[in-house]
C-alpha cells in the first residue's frame, strides 16, 4: 500500500489450481482500491477495483476481498492460468482525485 | 479503441542533460496521471493534469514538469538528469469524469541516466 518496500515476495502455484494474493494496505482513509497485473516489459493492466462500501466484488474469474477492519486487501484467481503470471499490485486511494499509492508487488508464477 | 501510447519506448541520457517524454490517452479520457516505476520504490505519482491543467502533484522536485494539450496528450519533462532519474515512466489517463477512476497504463518509457 503507501508504504512500499524493497522486497518482492513471489507465489507459485500449479495451473488449475487458485490463487490468492494479498495486499495490506497502510491508510485507513483509502475507500478506493485497485488490483492491477504488470507483465514484463508492459504496462500495469487493470484487474478488478472496489470501493470502501463493499466487502468482495467479483469479475471474470478473479474475486477481491476487502477487510477494512484490517486494513487488507486480496485477490482470488481461479483456475489459474499460465497468462496469468505477473507481478501483481494492489493500489490504494485515501484522496477525491487521481492519486494511488501502490503496493511493492507479488510475483504470481504458474507452473504448467 | 486503441490505447495509451508512449514514445518513445527507450531513451538514453547522460547526467545533466534534460528530457521529454509523451503520451497520447485513450480517445475520450481527459484525464492523465504519470507515475515513476523503480525496483526501489516502486510505482510513485508525479503528477496529473485534466483539461490542460495540472490537478495534482507528487513528491517529486521542481525538475520534474508537466503539462497538457488542448487533446488531452501530455508530455513530462524532467531536466538536469540525475543517475537517479533511471525509471519506467509510465503514464495513465482515465476519463476524468470522477475524481478517483481506474487508471488504465501506457507500456511505459524506459529511461537511462549514464
Known amino acids: 500500500g503507501e508504504s512500499v518496500g524493497l522486497h518482492l515476495p513471489t507465489l507459485s502455484v500449479q495451473e488449475g489450481d487458485n490463487s490468492i494474493i494479498n495486499c495490506a494496505y497502510s491508510n485507513s482513509a483509502s475507500d478506493y482500491f485497485i488490483w492491477y497485473k504488470q507483465e514484463s516489459g508492459k504496462g500495469p493492466q487493470f484487474i478488478i477495483d472496489?470501493?470502501?462500501?463493499?466487502d468482495k466484488r467479483q469479475g471474470q474469474r478473479v474475486t477481491v476481498l476487502l477487510n477494512k477492519t484490517v486494513k487488507h486487501l486480496s485477490l482470488q484467481i481461479a483456475a489459474t492460468q499460465p497468462g496469468d503470471s505477473a507481478v501483481y499490485f494492489c493500489?490504494?486511494?485515501?484522496?477525491?482525485?487521481?492519486?494511488?499509492?501502490f503496493g511493492s508487488g507479488t510475483k504470481l508464477n504458474v507452473k504448467p | 479503441k486503441a490505447g495509451v501510447t508512449q514514445t518513445p519506448r527507450y531513451l538514453i541520457k547522460t547526467r545533466g542533460q534534460q528530457v521529454t517524454l509523451s503520451c497520447s490517452p485513450i480517445s475520450g479520457h481527459r484525464s492523465v496521471s504519470w507515475y515513476q516505476q523503480t525496483p526501489g520504490q516502486g510505482l510513485q505519482f508525479l503528477f496529473e493534469?485534466?483539461?490542460?491543467?495540472?490537478?495534482n502533484k507528487g513528491n517529486f522536485p521542481g525538475r520534474f514538469s508537466g503539462r497538457q494539450f488542448s487533446n488531452s496528450r501530455s508530455e513530462m519533462n524532467v531536466s538536469t538528469l540525475e543517475l537517479g532519474d533511471s525509471a519506467l515512466y509510465l503514464c495513465?489517463?482515465?476519463?476524468?469524469?470522477?475524481?478517483?477512476?481506474?487508471?488504465?497504463f501506457g507500456s511505459g518509457t524506459q529511461l537511462s541516466v549514464l
Open positions: 493500489a490504494e486511494n485515501p484522496y477525491n482525485f487521481n492519486k494511488f499509492y
Open positions: 493534469y485534466f483539461s490542460e491543467t495540472q490537478r
Open positions: 495513465a489517463s482515465s476519463l476524468g469524469l470522477q475524481g478517483r477512476e481506474k487508471l488504465f
Open positions: 472496489i470501493r470502501s462500501n463493499m
